[in-house]
């Protein structure tokens, strides 16, 4: 399995960098983890064709999640003449919340017939469902309720990868990330900030409780972007890509 980060930034672009979303590549197909504004950039610029993206999971209705969305989909119908199917997944109501923000911008999907049969599906935190070339449960993370937010553990060619989406500090977070080959969380702050997104000085101190095989930390806002690569606990970057 490779990983690749296709934005590592906060919802504001701190540093320059990109919003969040993670490009996993199985032998099974190519899965994209959050799909933001910046994110067809982000591809372009990494050069991973988007007919490479059988399938996209979205961790919670915020926009720098899930906002690329109608982009994508516009440009699957327009640019790419786009037959394969396609996969969108996310917590339950995913396909209204799709729709209303494609409408929202200019793109709307009517009741128009697309050239490529479009999936959706409403992640269960309490089984795994299969989603296009993986296997995906959702776990609650601790987050603005509003965006229905959730973690994503994602299966495929025997590893696993586990991402928060954004969420603050919960006691069983640890539990949610445990046996995972790869688990990626929300670090926006350094000190405690917002009790709704994760910090470093939180998950330093915690980071004995954690039992996966590598933690790294993604969302990164101003103060961590700039100690980025220089702290103890491992930081995401644009284009960091990873072999499982
Ligand atoms: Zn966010
Ligand atoms: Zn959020």
């Not at 930034?9 to 899965?31: C, K, M, N, P, T």
């Not at 504004?37 to 996209?56: F, K, V």
């Not at 025997?158 to 969420?167: S, V």
Request: glycine share 12%; proline share 5%.
């Amino acid at each position: 399995m490779r990983v690749v980060f296709v934005g590592t930034s906060d919802a504001f672009g701190a540093g320059g960098r990109r919003q969040s979303a993670i490009f996993v590549e199985a032998r099974s197909g190519g899965l994209l983890l959050d799909c933001a504004p910046t994110t067809l950039t982000g591809l372009a610029a990494l050069g991973i064709e988007r007919a490479a993206i059988d399938a996209i999971a979205i961790s919670h209705f915020h926009g720098d999640h899930f906002a690329g969305l109608p982009l994508f989909l516009l440009a699957a119908v327009h640019e790419d003449q786009r037959r394969e199917a396609l996969w969108i997944a996310g917590p339950p109501g995913v396909e209204a919340r799709v729709r209303g923000v494609a409408e929202a911008m200019g793109f709307g999907l009517g009741s128009r017939t697309l050239p490529f049969p479009l999936h959706f599906v409403e992640l269960d935190t309490d089984r795994e469902l299969t989603v296009g070339p993986a296997r995906i449960a959702a776990f609650a993370t601790y987050h603005q309720p509003e965006a229905q937010p959730h973690g994503l553990r994602v299966a495929a060619d025997r590893r696993l990868l586990a991402y928060t989406g954004d969420t603050g500090w919960f006691e069983e977070l640890p539990t949610r990330l445990a046996g995972a080959d790869l688990a990626i969380t929300d670090c926006t702050f350094f000190e405690p900030g917002f009790e709704y997104h994760l910090d470093y000085t939180t998950l330093a101190a915690r980071a004995g409780r954690f039992s996966c095989g590598r933690l790294l930390l993604t969302h990164l806002g101003p103060a961590m972007a700039e100690r980025r690569g220089r702290l103890e606990l491992e930081t995401a970057d644009d284009g960091l890509t990873l072999e499982l």
